[in-house]
């Protein structure tokens, strides 16, 4: 028997009758002594923007603690019936939420970060026969203060749960079959991919593939932990995707290019005029790294000595006026109160992963040559060893993943 965490997405557990076919799946399996389970759940889909909304209109500057237990109390409710579901089907489910289970996390509310699980409830369940029931996306701080994970949540909690009980893969269950090489609903010709190793995963998950949340990514390849990607609404077993270390020659055989991802809402920020000698671009990520804002790509225009610089990078659009607070701060702070701020929305970021891209030549090459023949003006330009992103107009993001992933993938 394997040892398995699964997690059900909003969608898989949005209506009663979805909860009750997850039920009769997890049910299956354990009668017929395939996994010994633990359940992590979201709250229903669309619940926890209901939540968030209420608590804009009662105080939308309301304290992060009170933030967090409002938002959380979605997979509460899940859980609670999640296992009233098992309970249909004759197994002796324990519903639990973070703080009851033992997920401690930091105090950073609405974007904690786990520091430990304990494991000797959900061993304890398991010996009696059970199956645990655990809410995703929350955890609590050595202060009793309920938190929450932020964006992705509940993936991350499915990870690190599976990570601390040493199970053999963690199973993501959501509204799609896995990954593809891109957004089906963007390229018509996107491919399922039965196999990704991390590296390429997490790529693609930080450059918005939207299937999984990065840090979920980056807690599976820290403990070498195998993920499936599955859809609990297609009763294929088989179709999926398995994140999972590569051996070396599935490593050397990986194509060039495996998937074209785009991000969209993107905006570029530009400050300019600051002297070389100020340190104003340690001053300035640091405020806004404090205000938990992620920046992506980033391009410093060094002049000659004496000269005055500029320094441009991109973010989320939904952060652009927390970005612009933490800017202002910096120059009240003085030693560059004269320098020029530029803010541009309207902007996308597409990427072509591979690990593949490695040892082959030339990439670059046709990356840029397909953009400009379909006149896709290029803004900024970011690479690693197996991406290469650019920022280019919003509205030639669809084009871009289009052209590209038929140069690279077909």
């Not at 703080?99 to 000797?120: F, K, N, P, V, Y």
């Not at 398991?126 to 029931?133: A, D, F, K, L, S």
């Amino acid at each position: 028997m394997k040892r398995v965490v699964q997690k059900y997405g909003g969608t898989s557990v949005g209506k009663p009758e979805r909860i009750l076919a997850v039920a009769a799946r997890v049910a299956r399996q354990f009668r017929e002594g395939l996994t010994q389970n633990a359940i992590v759940v979201s709250a229903m889909s669309g619940e926890t923007n209901r939540l968030v909304d209420l608590m804009r209109q009662v105080n939308s500057q309301a304290s992060a603690r009170a933030y967090d237990m409002t938002v959380a109390a979605g997979e509460q409710v899940s859980v609670g019936l999640m296992a009233a579901a098992l309970e249909s089907q004759g197994i002796a489910a324990v519903p639990l939420l973070g703080h009851q289970l033992g997920i401690m996390t930091d105090d950073s509310h609405s974007r904690a970060r786990i520091q430990s699980i304990r494991r000797d409830r959900i061993e304890a369940i398991w010996r009696t026969g059970g199956i645990p029931v655990v809410a995703g996306f929350q955890g609590v701080t050595s202060d009793n203060a309920i938190t929450t994970l932020g964006r992705g949540g509940s993936d991350t909690s499915a990870v690190a749960l599976a990570a601390a009980l040493e199970t053999d893969f963690c199973e993501i269950n959501t509204d799609v079959d896995g990954m593809y090489s891109a957004d089906p609903r963007t390229v018509k010709q996107a491919r399922h991919i039965a196999k990704m190793d991390y590296e390429t995963a997490l790529e693609m998950a930080a450059l918005g593939s939207k299937v999984l949340h990065p840090r979920c990514v980056e807690l599976a390849a820290k403990y070498r932990l195998p993920l499936i990607v599955r859809s609990s609404f297609d009763p294929d077993e088989a179709k999926r995707t398995w994140i999972m270390e590569l051996t070396p020659q599935e490593a050397l055989e990986s194509p060039v290019v495996t998937g074209v991802s785009a991000t969209k809402d993107v905006t570029r920020v530009t400050v300019e005029g600051f002297d070389p000698g100020t340190p104003i671009l340690r001053d300035l990520f640091t405020r806004i790294a404090e205000a938990g804002i992620n920046v992506d790509v980033i391009v410093h225009d060094r002049l000659r000595q004496g000269e005055q610089q500029s320094v441009g990078f991109t973010i989320p659009t939904a952060d652009l006026n927390d970005t612009l607070k933490a800017i202002e701060l910096v120059k009240q702070a003085g030693g560059c109160a004269g320098v020029v701020v530029k803010a541009e929305s309207g902007l996308a970021k597409v990427s072509t992963v591979g690990v593949g891209m490695r040892s082959h030549s030339g990439v670059a090459s046709r990356f840029f040559s397909v953009l400009a023949k379909a006149e896709v003006p290029v803004l900024m330009v970011t690479t690693s060893e197996i991406k290469i992103s650019c920022v280019i107009p919003e509205p030639l993001a669809d084009l871009a993943s289009q052209v590209l992933h038929a140069e690279f993938i077909g």
